[in-house]
């Protein structure tokens, strides 16, 4: 069989290129709800808080109305807190008082959640909120300080063009199996576990 020539290539691959196009454009056509949606954001690997900051940052160049509530990450100040709570268009809630491990006081992180979700609670249910995101609310499940069924009911009364992103090393199968988008972030290598301190900037 003879060797294709360079016009055949270029022919085979731009059918390539509008076969692929033709399927995306269907899927397109087919996305027609218009509503806000939810973002879970699990898995050991590093960059979900960072991840959901970025989209927020993204939000926030369309003009939207943002929120954060941290429910842990409360022992200093980091700096996405520094970066967005200083812009008139973020509402930026720090709950926390530092990590589990560090406090060693499950009643005071136990009134601290529970602070955190009245608050995360007004969030979910104001119109003029466009995005919120609750940082590390997974862990409140997990040690067993909130309900996961306040969040549940929470996030389907909201108000309908609200997106809302959460994030956590792991979750309640009830929360992962209710949210629009759930991405898992592996954790292939760390610079921590290779004795690299943790530094501000990368870190918090």
């Not at 609670?121 to 862990?139: C, I, Q, R």
Request: aromatic fraction near 8%; hydrophobic fraction near 40%; proline fraction near 3%.
């Amino acid at each position: 069989m003879p060797n294709k020539t360079e016009e055949e290539k270029r022919a085979i691959q731009e059918a390539k290129l509008l076969k692929k196009k033709a399927v995306v454009d269907e899927r397109i056509a087919k996305a027609t709800i218009e509503r806000g949606v939810s973002i879970l954001l699990t898995g050991n690997g590093k960059g979900k808080s960072s991840s959901a900051f970025g989209t927020m940052a993204r939000a926030l160049g369309h003009g939207r109305k943002c929120a954060v509530v941290q429910f842990i990450k409360g022992r200093t100040e980091t700096g996405e807190q520094k970066f967005f709570g200083a812009l008139p268009d973020v509402e930026f809630h720090v709950m926390g008082h530092g990590f589990t491990w560090e406090t060693r006081n499950p009643e005071l992180e136990q009134k601290a959640a529970e602070q955190a979700w009245e608050l995360a609670k007004g969030l979910l249910a104001n119109p003029e909120v466009d995005f919120v995101l609750l940082d590390e609310v997974t862990y409140m499940y997990k040690y067993g300080y909130l309900q996961v069924e306040d969040l549940l009911a929470a996030l389907e009364s909201r108000p309908k063009h609200q997106n809302v992103m959460m994030t956590g090393r792991t979750a309640p199968r009830a929360l992962l199996d209710s949210v629009d988008t759930h991405s898992k972030i592996a954790n292939e290598r760390h610079a921590f576990a290779s004795g690299v301190k943790a530094q501000e900037g990368i870190e918090w």
